[in-house]
């Protein structure tokens, strides 16, 4: 390993590590994280097939430009928490990043070594979590060099990742930050979606924890445009900057007959019963969730797979996701796909819903289903899916989970004055700063893109930071 | 904070407590709801808030013991604390000078309704309150309610107190004498809701009702609080709580409210082997 490590092999020998995982069939049944995450002897191998390169455009595929080859070059040296802090100059929450990030087609899409499709690209993601988990660990625990107050404070609504990144970029530069969040958890779609199997809670709960021994202040079960407005928080309060991060979470229905029958389900009130809520562990944790043995799940994207996976560990003897196209336009992520798979989901491709059935105490026990075929392209270069006439067919089964997607949350622009909203209920704001049109109010997060993903939202926090420090001349 | 400042039983099952959540207090509007969670393991259940004291800085909740969580609530002592409180939630009542407004409560259901029967009072409708329970010692809050109306009329099922019948009944009795009413509030058990619905829609008045169904955030978020109005979807709990009654499903809500009941049989029986659930009082057997 060591000549590897003293020049770097033009063409990498050594194969793309795989990261060790529970069984699939013993993993189907319990909550415990899916991927173990490397160990020692398997971050070094994969590191040394990091070529280093001098115009890395693995840096240009990370939404925050996260100094990979730096980070990688420091593991090959053996310097795990060194390179933690190194990711941790543009990625604060790396622990979560390196779980739930789409690397696929961020960073590992633009690598080198992956580039000519002959090997397979540096397993950057892997690298990130291990080395964000080792500094966990092993590290002093000791906090940065706090700056001297500033005087200014900047209340924050919403605690999913891109309020947490702003809390902690701001902070750090010496300004009081307030997180007003309305549930009784901190981290938004971390801890109520994103299911304890892909990321464990406690370490959402330790970053948290870190910002907190930092100084932010956190107020759970305030609902922001209820107990106050983000008017309020200007005007009365005299916050300097107000940040709206208050999520996408505003669950879309199909508006198809059936749809509010007993055993039907957002995925957004199925997973926050089961993670949120803790349902797996009822009647120890109060909150019941229905237990299909049958559950059938609406739709193709992450949220859709999580729901199935979730399913299945709370005991579903089949769990069949419903999708309009094929397995090749599936939006999930291939990998999660994958584990869905080998976790023993099934698919019914093709095939779209048109009614859930009910009996008469209001218990869905069917679906009824279009197939379909694939068309012409549309718009967005997809094929699309068109019904095949008159063929139609039901499907037995106890529970639905709708996971098509999520709308803006009206409640926070419909109470905030002269906040510009676009015709999706968007907040609109600078694509570069997070500014709104609004005085001293920013905004970002999938209230601002609509549903997107953990490492966007936390570059749009960090974008915010960068412009109310630059806006507050500090 | 959430600490219990006074708790009373005030009928068989019933409680009522007040618990200091200064904020709360403050920018709490008639017809709104709190969200709490007992203990960390705590379900979220959503209540009305049935009074306040904004210079105390309390909120005052009434509650029967239905489930776990109530039941649990049931033997928490002044000085407890609450997990959480979220609130308010929900949409405040539209309150202005209407005329005449006829506030009808249906057993527990008087609680959520004396601040919108007081709100009403003070904009300066002629407030007409119809309570009404099974039998006179489920009746509550009666004293509160004839300080904040006009008229007060009280129907017990079994005729042990006031009008021997049900509140449609009385409601009927009014519109058939002639009196002018301009708005209906109904707040109680969904099939009493139903029932006055019934009778308005024959009379031609607006109806509000405030529904109760089954929540987990209060924001929107989930749509476990679904509900048909006008054949439309709403959200309980930001759309509401407060419907036109002339157009919901109730069908629909007792159906949704019902979905978790073997379930809540299991908690409940799991929190009576605790030390807490056997040694409170389960009354009548419960
Ligand atoms: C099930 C699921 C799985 C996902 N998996 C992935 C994944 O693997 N990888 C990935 O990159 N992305 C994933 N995503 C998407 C990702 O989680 C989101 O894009 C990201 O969390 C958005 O962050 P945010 O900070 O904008 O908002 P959120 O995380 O949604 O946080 C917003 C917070 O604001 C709070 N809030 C809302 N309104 C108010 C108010 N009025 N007052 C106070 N607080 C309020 C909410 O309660 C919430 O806590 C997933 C999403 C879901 C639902
Ligand atoms: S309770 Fe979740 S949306 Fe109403």
């Known amino acids: 390993m060591s000549d590897q490590q003293a020049k770097p092999a033009k063409k990498p020998k050594v194969p793309r590590q795989k990261m060790p995982e529970q069984d699939p069939i013993q993993r189907a049944h319990n909550f415990y994280e899916v991927a173990l995450g490397y160990e020692n002897d398997l971050a070094l191998l994969e590191a040394s097939r990091c070529l280093n390169c001098k115009k890395p455009s693995c840096m240009k595929g990370c939404p925050v430009e996260v100094d990979i080859p730096d980070f990688v070059s420091l593991v090959k040296a053996g310097d795990m928490i060194g390179a933690a802090w190194k990711i941790k100059e543009k990625n604060s929450l790396p622990r979560i990043a390196g779980r739930v990030c789409p690397q696929e087609t961020q960073c590992e899409a633009r690598c080198v070594v992956g580039a000519k499709g002959k ?29 001297k107050a500033t005087g200014l404070k900047v209340g924050i609504v919403g605690s999913g990742p891109a309020g947490l990144t702003l809390a902690g970029a701001l902070i750090k530069k010496g300004v009081a930050v307030t997180v007003f969040e309305a549930l009784h958890e ?5 801890v109520y979606g994103i299911p304890e199997f892909r990321l464990p809670k406690a370490i959402v709960r330790a970053e948290v924890d870190e910002l907190r021994r930092m100084g932010v202040e956190f107020k759970t079960n305030w609902v922001i445009g209820r107990i106050e407005t983000v008017d309020d928080l200007l005007e ?5 900057g107000v940040f709206i991060g208050s999520g996408a979470g505003a669950p879309l229905f199909l508006k198809i007959p059936g749809e509010n029958l007993n055993g039907v389900y957002s995925a957004n009130e199925f997973l926050t019963r089961a993670n949120l809520m803790k349902a797996y ?23 859709a797979m999580d729901s199935a996976r979730t399913s299945l560990r709370l005991g579903a003897e089949e769990v069949t996701i419903v999708y309009r196209r094929t397995m090749e336009e599936l939006p999930a992520r291939s990998e999660e796909v994958h584990h869905a798979i080998e976790e023993g989901v099934k698919f019914e491709l093709l095939s779209s819903p048109l009614e859930i059935i009910g009996n008469e105490q209001g218990w869905a026990v069917g679906i009824k289903l279009q197939k379909m075929q694939l068309g ?8 699309r899916p068109v019904p095949i006439p008159g063929a139609f067919y ?32 968007n907040i609109v704001a600078d694509p570069e700063t997070g500014k709104t049109p609004k005085d001293r109010v920013w905004a970002g997060g999938d209230i601002v893109t609509g549903a997107a993903t953990v490492i966007l939202a936390m570059g749009a926090g960090r974008k915010a930071a960068l412009s109310m420090i630059d806006t507050f001349k500090i | 904070m959430f600490e219990i400042l006074e708790k009373e039983r005030i009928g068989p099952g019933v409680n009522r407590a007040v618990i200091s959540a200064p904020a709360i207090a403050e920018a709490h509007r008639p017809g709104q709801f709190i969200i709490l969670r007992t203990t960390d393991n705590g379900e979220r259940i959503p209540l009305t808030v049935a009074d306040k004291n904004v210079e105390k800085g309390t909120i005052t909740l009434v509650w029967q013991e239905v489930g776990s969580t109530t039941y649990y609530m049931g033997t928490m002592c002044v000085g407890e604390k609450f997990q959480d409180i979220c609130g308010p939630l929900g949409a405040p009542t539209h309150i202005e000078k209407f005329g005449t407004v006829v506030g ?30 099974r039998t006179e010692g489920l009746l509550i809050m009666t004293e509160e309610m004839r300080k904040v109306s006009d008229e007060l009329i009280i129907s017990t099922d079994d005729g042990s107190y006031g009008f021997h019948g049900f509140v449609t009944q009385v409601l009927q009795g009014l519109i058939d004498r002639g009196q002018q009413i301009d708005l209906v509030v109904a707040i109680g058990p969904v099939p009493m809701m139903k029932a006055v619905v019934n009778v308005t829609r024959k009379a031609n008045l607006p109806t509000v009702v405030s529904l109760n169904p089954i929540m987990v955030d209060g924001t929107g978020m989930c749509g476990a609080c679904r509900v048909e109005v006008g054949g439309k979807t709403m959200f309980g709990c930001v759309d509401g709580p407060e419907f036109d009654g002339l157009q919901v499903d109730f069908d629909l809500l007792m159906k949704r409210l019902a979905m978790y009941k073997g379930q809540e049989l299991i908690a409940l029986n799991n929190f009576r082997d605790t030390p807490r659930g056997c040694q409170c009082t389960f009354p009548g057997g419960a």
């Open chain 1, 186 to 190: 901190l981290g938004g779609v971390l």
């Open chain 1, 119 to 147: 090997n397979e690209p540096c397993a950057i993601g892997r690298l990130e979590r291990y080395v964000a988990d080792y500094a966990a660990i092993h590290g002093d625990g000791k906090l940065p060099e706090m700056p």
């Open chain 1, 376 to 383: 012409e392209p549309d718009a967005s270069g997809r094929r």
């Open chain 2, 104 to 133: 009808v409560g249906g057993g527990i259901g008087v609680a959520p309704l004396y601040p919108i029967t007081k709100g009403m009072h003070d904009a300066g409708n002629n407030v007409i309150s119809i309570l009404g329970a």
């Open chain 1, 281 to 303: 562990m009822f009647p120890q944790a109060d909150t019941p969730v229905a237990k299909g043995r049958r559950v059938v799940v609406f739709g193709g994207g992450n949220v």
């Open chain 1, 236 to 240: 009365k309060r005299k916050y300097d």
């Open chain 1, 394 to 425: 039901e499907k037995e089964c106890d529970t639905v989970i709708v996971s098509i997607g999520n709308a803006a949350n009206p409640l926070v622009p419909s109470t905030t004055k002269n906040l510009e909203t676009n015709k999706w209920g």
